[in-house]
């Protein structure tokens, strides 16, 4: 089965800086790579979502990069504003089966 | 994305009791999954929902503990019986297909 490890465990930064996640699978036949977003009491939220046939893709302050030889994909936040503080996870699959979490990171932006 | 509606939000059990959560979405979703997270960790995936028929469990989920239910593509239970307090946790239904996957708002549960 699919192992997910993703790091660093907590990171804080201060408001404007970036911050970057890292997630790394052990399923050479992942091809769907999310990231999800979770403040407090609330629901998985997804944020953004690559494919394994595109290496890089970006919506406003996020992006995710894939690394397919590597198996690793990276989330990245810009300009980070308080709100942006939450948990983040991981959850790597293959089309047609559950998405597997990883242990998830604490961000914590400062203003 | 579907929207997944799901009950009820909270609820504190008495042990050896059971309880049923529900999770109802607006569209066919071909894929079901019900989560548990505890507090502060990660999702664990306990089971996919196969429509029809008898759902997958994880290793270290039984059906005798955590039965599943799915009679079409929109609508869900999972029980989880003779409650105890170990199983005070979150639970979360998850639905979607190849274009992706949203979650249930949850279900508390504490076992006293």
């Known amino acids: 089965g699919e192992n997910v490890e993703q790091h660093p465990s907590t990171l804080s930064v201060q408001e404007g800086d970036s911050a970057v996640i890292k997630c790394t699978y052990s399923?050479?036949?992942?091809?769907?790579f999310p990231w999800y977003k979770q403040e407090l009491g609330k629901r998985p939220q997804l944020i953004i979502d690559?494919?394994?046939?595109?290496g890089e893709k970006k919506d406003q302050r996020i992006a995710v990069t894939l690394n397919k030889t590597a198996k690793h994909f990276s989330l990245h936040i810009t300009e980070t504003q308080p709100e942006d503080s939450a948990v983040y996870f991981c959850?790597?699959?293959?089309?047609?089966?559950?998405?597997?979490f990883g242990k998830g990171t604490t961000l914590s932006v400062s203003s | 994305s579907a929207v997944i509606s799901q009950k009820p939000s909270r609820d504190i059990c008495q042990r050896g009791t059971s309880l049923t959560i529900q999770c109802q979405v607006d569209?066919?979703?071909?894929?079901m999954f019900w989560y548990r997270q505890q507090p502060g960790q990660s999702l664990t995936l306990i089971a996919t929902?196969?429509?029809?028929?008898?759902?997958?469990?994880e290793s270290g989920f039984v059906i005798d503990k955590f039965p599943i239910s799915r009679p079409n593509l929109t609508f869900s239970t999972l029980t989880v019986s003779n409650m105890s307090p170990e199983d005070s946790s979150i639970y979360l239904c998850?639905?979607?297909?190849?274009?992706?996957?949203?979650f249930g708002s949850g279900t508390r549960l504490t076992v006293v």
């Open positions: 998850s639905g979607g297909d190849d274009y992706g996957y949203t």
């Open positions: 929902a196969n429509q029809g028929s008898e759902a997958t469990y």
């Open positions: 399923d050479s036949a992942s091809n769907y």
């Open positions: 569209s066919q979703v071909t894929m």
């Open positions: 690559i494919r394994s046939n595109v």
């Open positions: 959850a790597p699959n293959q089309a047609g089966t559950a998405l597997i």
